[in-house]
């Protein structure tokens, strides 16, 4: 039987070893007797698999000793809100950069707790460039700036890291958490959904500076309190367990493969390639900014939009899956993470080719 490629935005694809792994580990444990997803989250086995991920993820990211990792239930899309509920620390309004879908939901969610500035745009492009530091209007008295490094939908990602002084920079990652190696110091929350390029869905990582925790605003639950989580090592209630231990397999996964120095050369690589077969075609095109690129998600379009349903199903029939784009643009995505081989962006460009070569 021919591979499978899943090219799915998220949940995406997890490496083959992982999940190979998971499977024979599934109902004993190294030996423990019983699943991970049965083990009490208090008990030696689980705790042990908690920390050995967590050092894993610190050694991978290089996080300072500084800096809480946190291991939560909400996905990305609760960091909306506790990001604004844990950062305002009396201050009135926060700045909010709106490069597409993912930060106009974060921008949304903050507006509920505080005063929203957007200090930056893509929409005058139509989410096709992204808006220079130097067109950035800052307020020097935000809580705190917050940006989406990669827009999973739009296909437009930061090859740079904005500069804001003082103030905290905060990025959701989801997308892109992972796929090289960033100076964490630079940032003062980084959170991400599993989904993408950790694990599966239903845990989400915090790394969060450890100054920044400890004053939410009045009147809040406790689960959405990170200096709570913290103090508790991400355990005050039942934390997402399978899910961290499959976080925590994929770690490992990624250290014995070279780190993320490896995974930024093979990521580079591989969208690269890409990129360069649609824009080396007539027949497919990516409409991003050349520097705004996104190395993670890749939409395209077909020359003739009536061709997306054969695209799809000759694609599926090639073992290529998850292709179609967001329902709000159309077209293709291809979304290559860690997980993603280079094998399968060679299938994807070879019946890219195929097809243009029977249909343009
Ligand atoms: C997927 C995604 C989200 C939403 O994540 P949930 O875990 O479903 O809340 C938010 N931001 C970005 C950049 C994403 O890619």
Same mark, same amino acid.
């Given at each position: ?7 799915? #935005? ?36 689980? %705790?042990? %698999? #908690? ?30 809100? @506790? ?32 005063? $929203?500035?957007?200090?930056?745009? #893509? ?15 800052? @307020? ?9 490094? @990669?827009?999973?939908?739009?296909? /437009? ?42 694990? +599966? ?26 200096? %709570? ?9 039942? +934390? ?5 231990? /499959? ?30 077969? %649609? ?65 399968? $962006? ?15």
């Amino acid at each position: 039987m021919s591979p499978i490629y899943n090219f799915s #935005a998220g949940p995406a694809c997890l490496p083959d070893a992982v999940l190979k792994q998971a499977q024979e580990e599934m109902t004993d444990w190294q030996g423990a007797g019983i699943s991970v997803m049965e083990m009490s989250h208090r008990g030696k086995d689980f %705790i042990s %698999i #908690a920390a050995q991920a967590e050092a894993d993820l610190r050694e991978l990211m290089a996080i300072p000793e500084n800096y809480k990792v946190l291991f939560l239930q909400g996905g990305a899309s609760a960091q909306f809100a @506790n990001v604004p509920i844990n950062l305002l620390r009396g201050k009135k309004g926060a700045d909010y950069i709106y490069t597409g879908q993912w930060s106009k939901k974060a921008i949304a969610e903050g507006k509920r707790l505080c005063d $929203v500035n957007v200090a930056a745009s #893509a929409e005058a492009s139509n989410f096709s460039v992204l808006p220079a530091q130097s067109e950035w209007n800052l @307020n020097s008295d935000a809580a705190y700036v917050h940006y989406t490094p @990669n827009e999973t939908i739009g296909g /437009l990602e930061f090859h740079w890291t904005p500069e804001t002084g003082d103030v905290p920079l905060v990025a959701d990652m989801s997308s892109t958490i992972l796929s090289r190696q960033i100076d964490v110091s630079k940032f003062g929350v980084i959170y991400a959904g599993a989904q993408k390029n950790i694990g +599966p869905a239903g845990l989400t990582v915090v790394i969060i500076r450890d100054d920044l925790i400890g004053e939410t605003v009045s009147g809040m639950p406790a689960m959405c309190d990170y200096k %709570i989580m913290a103090d508790n090592d991400s355990m005050y209630n039942t +934390p997402p367990t399978y899910g961290w231990y /499959l976080a925590g397999l994929v770690f490992a996964w990624l250290k014995k493969n070279g780190g993320l120095a490896a995974m930024a050369e093979i990521n580079a690589r591989k969208a690269k390639k890409l990129y360069a077969a %649609i824009d080396d075609s007539g027949f497919y095109a990516n409409p991003i900014d050349l520097n705004c690129r996104s190395l993670m998600n890749i939409p395209f379009t077909l020359a003739d939009a009536e061709l997306d349903a054969a695209f799809l199903s000759g694609a599926k029939e090639a073992g290529l899956m998850t292709l179609k784009g967001h329902r709000s643009v159309g077209g293709m995505r291809a979304s290559i993470y860690n997980a993603m081989p280079e094998a399968g $962006v060679d299938a994807l460009i070879s019946f890219m080719a195929d097809f243009e070569k029977r249909n343009g």
